[in-house]
């Protein structure tokens, strides 16, 4: 099976434009998850999608945005760009049942996201 | 914050030599998981254990967790150079579907 695929893979951005990262996930898998990761906060979830519905939201502002679509692809947005957006993206998608928690997950390369 | 902490930061050991990582979380979990990141890139997932297991071993590794302490440490054996890599725990929360907490990592090194 092909893995998770991310795109674009590097992007570079100025402060106050927005962005829309894709991610692909394996076949078959309904969960898409969205992370971000940065040198000082870490790795933080973003949110959670499953069959087209947002399941679960991190604390982040209502800037980041995203959506699934009818064939599990999966689309992130952040609106009006911060400096302290720059980050590695990362998608993760999982063979999730409903009500099961915690499958393992797959992740994508990362959109690395400059913001200048 | 719900994030785990994770000890040591940083660990620097030869090839051959043992790794041990160790990984804190704040509230009783479903699962804790432990994955490896290469250089900037994509969470590759190590291995899996529930809350009801006490251990578990794939290939290398080895991995332990005691939820009386709310704990779980990582085993690598036999370390090789191709091991070097940042190590992270991630637990999963009943009623939260794919949602994990990432600790924030433990970089290791292996030199040759």
């Known amino acids: 099976k092909a893995g998770v695929t991310q795109t674009p893979r590097y992007l570079i951005k100025t402060r106050g434009q927005q962005v829309t990262l894709s991610c692909s996930p394996i076949?078959?898998?309904?969960?898409v998850s969205w992370y971000q990761q940065t040198p000082g906060q870490g790795l933080q979830f973003l949110f959670e999608?499953?069959?087209?519905?947002?399941?679960n939201k991190g604390n982040f502002p209502g800037r980041f945005s995203g959506r699934q679509f009818s064939n599990s692809r999966s689309e992130m947005n952040v609106s009006t760009l911060e400096l302290g957006d720059s980050a590695l993206y990362l998608c993760?998608?999982?063979?999730?049942?409903?009500?099961?928690?915690?499958?393992?997950?797959?992740f994508g390369p990362g959109t690395r996201l400059t913001v200048t | 914050s719900q994030q785990g902490e994770e000890d040591p930061q940083a660990l620097s050991i030869q090839e051959g030599e043992n790794a041990t990582m160790n990984c804190s979380y704040k509230?009783?979990?479903?699962?804790l998981q432990w994955y490896r990141q290469n250089s900037g890139r994509g969470l590759v997932h190590l291995i899996l254990?529930?809350?009801?297991?006490r251990e578990k071993h794939s290939g290398r590794l080895r991995v332990t967790l005691d939820t009386s302490k709310k704990s779980s440490s990582l085993l690598i054996t036999a370390s090789r150079a191709a091991d070097t890599a940042s190590y992270f725990c991630?637990?999963?929360?009943?009623?939260?579907?794919?949602?994990?907490?990432f600790g924030q990592g433990t970089e290791l090194s292996v030199k040759p």
């Open positions: 076949s078959g898998h309904r969960s």
């Open positions: 993760a998608s999982s063979f999730l049942k409903p009500g099961l928690a915690g499958a393992e997950q797959y």
């Open positions: 509230t009783s979990i479903n699962n």
């Open positions: 254990i529930r809350s009801n297991e």
């Open positions: 999608y499953f069959s087209e519905t947002q399941r």
């Open positions: 991630a637990t999963a929360y009943y009623n939260q579907g794919g949602k994990l907490i």
